[in-house]
């Protein structure tokens, strides 16, 4: 089993729509989670960032983290076209550990 | 803040030529990366250094490749003899982990093919 586990898409959906999209992960010692967007040729680029349990919101976005599910999740409310993207989630034990990403999900948001 | 740079950004090399990868921090970071993309392994982390100390290199595919990071500010990945196989995004980033926060921010990437 992958520490980290991620639908890899793709995943259309139209615009406007609430978008969501998951991870599961393997060691319950993670405590850092994170998740980034990346365009085409393109760095991937911090998009939320979340220690321990709990949800988080900026913006159109919102990050839950399930610590007894061993899942993680993020939402885009109003999904536009520019959110076209593929979304890696990311995680780390600690501060000063190593970030393992996810494979990443593909999302295309139809105009 | 330049964020993190990397050169080249492409590279084309034959099959057996030395490649050097290079990549400057973002300044005050104390922790670097460098993770390979395909689209078949997707991010896949290949050594991370604290304070320019190799801390985990266990994602070095092999002995071709080797990194270094002799500063703060500058870092290199080489891979001696490249193979066609090598060819992928490579990606270095780079975290401020002293002020207790763990996310990494990416360079653009260097995108090398090896013929």
């Known amino acids: 089993q992958k520490e980290v586990e991620q639908d890899p898409g793709p995943l259309s959906v139209p615009e406007g729509a609430i978008v969501s999209l998951n991870c599961t992960y393997s060691?319950?010692?993670?405590?850092?989670f994170m998740w980034y967007r990346q365009y085409s040729r393109k760095g991937p680029e911090l998009l939320m960032y979340t220690y321990s349990s709990g949800n988080k919101e900026d913006g159109r976005f919102t990050a839950q983290v399930d610590k007894s599910s061993k899942y993680i999740s993020l939402f885009i409310r109003d999904s536009q076209p520019s959110d076209s993207a593929t979304y890696l989630c990311?995680?780390?034990?600690?501060?000063?550990?190593?970030?393992?990403f996810g494979k990443g999900t593909r999302l295309h948001i139809l105009p | 803040d330049a964020g993190v740079i990397q050169s080249p950004r492409h590279e084309v090399t034959e099959m057996g030529q030395e490649v050097t990868l290079r990549c400057k921090p973002i300044s005050g970071h104390n922790s670097l990366f460098w993770y390979r993309q395909t689209m078949m392994r997707g991010l896949e982390l290949l050594i991370y250094?604290?304070?320019?100390?190799?801390?985990?290199d266990s994602g070095m595919p092999e002995d071709r490749f080797s990194a270094k990071m002799p500063n703060a500010s500058f870092s290199t990945l080489k891979i001696q003899p490249s193979e066609p196989r090598d060819s992928a995004v490579y990606f270095c980033?780079?975290?401020?982990?002293?002020?207790?926060?763990?996310?990494?921010?990416f360079g653009q990437g260097t995108r090398l093919t090896v013929v």
């Open positions: 060691n319950s010692a993670f405590q850092y």
């Open positions: 980033a780079s975290s401020q982990r002293i002020t207790g926060r763990a996310e990494a921010f």
């Open positions: 250094f604290n304070n320019n100390v190799p801390i985990d």
């Open positions: 990311a995680m780390s034990l600690n501060r000063d550990d190593k970030i393992i």
